[in-house]
């Protein structure tokens, strides 16, 4: 078992990756060009299948090398963000020199445009989801990733391992660590701990494993002490323990044999603020119409399931810290503020759950209809009402009570720069479970990654967490 955790499994997650793209690709093609057929009595025109299924091998085959060429087989160490753009880069780079192809050989004409949109739109989707879903199946085997070795204090390896072996689909396996200021004999979290110097020298030219990380400060580093590594290791990962600053879109400069490292708060530039609010506007007025009658139907189901208004209003924190109506389905027995300190005085557990959670998994005072609102979010759909009126972006940190600013503590200076959002990072990636003081730090790490990509990877996660009802 040990010796296979110890070995390389890259290019079996290469081969995997190739078929599924081969797969969602062919399939977008066939999907698009079936669409186009279908749709033949309404617009006209013909379908050319020899010509598609010609320009579909030559189309997989480019995009396969696109995708090889950018790093994406096996994609180790990129995170979902990082791959979804690579993605949409390599299926518009391949689509497009598909067009000059076409062009080229005067057979634009004969190419129906609609299926070459549709099909650069499904490609990329398939292959977004696709390489999703089987990251986020087959990390779980012990063959999935990298082996690596963590060097450092054990007081720094610990939370290194953790995150690790949290974001799984990065990755990056650990199976020994060595802390040379303290060797141990303890394991950490299954990892094992190397005992020595010889017995790391022996371990390394005995193994495959060609890469490792370093978790102690840069500025601790005894130059003789890890100067071999340069000899033993091709690959040396360094933890910069830089927080809060942003960490998913940072910049290496070279400053004259100088390692500069350039991270910057982009969603607190007033230009990248604009394009959010422009996207976020074009995203929600799309959704309002497509919802509007799921809108007629709720407010039924609150109107006649119990008293009460169909909407409820709850001041919240906005930008700057000035409060605002939040407008959502009513999903709570009339006079709910005033029961919730009948309820946490009556009960010690739920107070407890309250304070750390600051809100009750099984709370009393929500309603029939509001039970089957809240567990798919549909009560949040008002809310597009504050996005229009620029409360609130559809994409954001989340709106906080004025009762909860005490306990956000500094946290509130950089969060409450920016609009809240309906949905958020904190909610596609912690959910339910995350305590208070975890939903800060996620509404922080949104902010100082943001990118309009991080927000597409957020919708698609949305989209995810609502239909597997886990709620927002």
């Known amino acids: 078992m040990q010796t296979a955790l110890l070995e390389n499994r890259s290019s079996v997650v290469n081969v995997l990756l190739v078929l599924l793209d081969i797969l969602t690709i062919s399939g977008a093609v066939i999907i698009s060009a079936t669409i186009r057929f279908l749709l033949q009595p309404l617009m006209g025109g013909l379908v050319n299948w020899s010509l598609i299924l010609n320009s579909l091998i030559f189309y997989v085959l480019f995009t396969v090398l696109l995708a090889w060429l950018n790093g994406l087989y096996p994609g180790f160490g990129l995170v979902a963000v990082q791959e979804m753009q690579k993605i949409l880069y390599v299926v518009s780079l391949a689509s497009i020199f598909l067009g000059v192809v076409l062009f080229l050989q005067q057979l634009g004409l004969a190419y129906s445009r609609s299926i070459f949109v549709l099909t650069w739109f499904l490609s990329a989707l398939f292959m977004m989801l696709g390489r999703f879903a089987l990251r986020n199946r087959f990390s779980r085997f012990h063959w999935w990733g990298i082996p690596m070795i963590i060097i450092g204090k054990k007081a720094h390896i610990e939370p290194i391992i953790k995150k690790l072996i949290q974001t799984r689909r990065l990755g990056f396996r650990p199976v020994y660590y060595f802390d040379p200021h303290s060797p141990s004999k303890d394991p950490i979290l299954d990892v094992l701990p190397i005992k020595n110097h010889q017995a790391l020298h022996e371990l390394v030219t005995q193994s495959k494993i060609k890469h490792v990380i370093l978790t102690d400060p840069v500025t601790n580093f005894n130059t003789d002490d890890y100067q071999w590594m340069r000899d033993v290791f091709p690959n040396i990962l360094f933890i910069l323990d830089t927080a809060p600053f942003g960490s998913l879109w940072v910049r290496t400069i070279d400053m004259h044999g100088t390692l500069a490292v350039e991270t910057n708060y982009h969603l607190l530039n007033k230009q990248e603020t604009i394009i959010k609010r422009v996207f976020d506007m074009i995203l929600t007025l799309l959704l309002l119409l497509v919802t509007w009658p799921i809108f007629l139907i709720l407010a039924l189901l609150v109107r006649f399931d119990s008293k009460g208004p169909i909407l409820y209003t709850q001041k919240r924190l906005g930008q700057n810290g000035e409060l605002f109506d939040s407008y959502k389905f ?42 089957f609102l809240r567990r798919y979010s549909l009560d949040e759909l008002p809310q597009f009402i504050n996005v229009l009126k620029g409360d609130m972006n559809l994409i954001g940190p989340r709106s906080y009570l004025p009762r909860e600013l005490p306990h956000m503590g500094a946290n509130a200076k950089v969060i409450l720069k920016v609009k809240p959002g309906i949905t958020g990072w904190w909610q596609v990636m912690g959910r339910n479970a995350t305590s208070f003081k975890e939903r800060l730090q996620l509404d922080e790490y949104y902010i100082s990654n943001w990118s309009i990509w991080l927000d597409i990877y957020i919708m698609i996660k949305t989209v995810w967490v609502l239909i597997h009802g886990e709620g927002l």
Do not use: I, W
């Open 330 to 371: 009513r999903t709570m027995f009339e006079n709910a503020e005033a029961k919730l300190q009948d309820v946490l005085s009556a009960d010690p557990e739920a107070y407890r759950e309250y304070e750390k959670y600051h809100k009750l998994a099984n709370d009393p005072r929500v309603t029939r209809a509001g039970k």
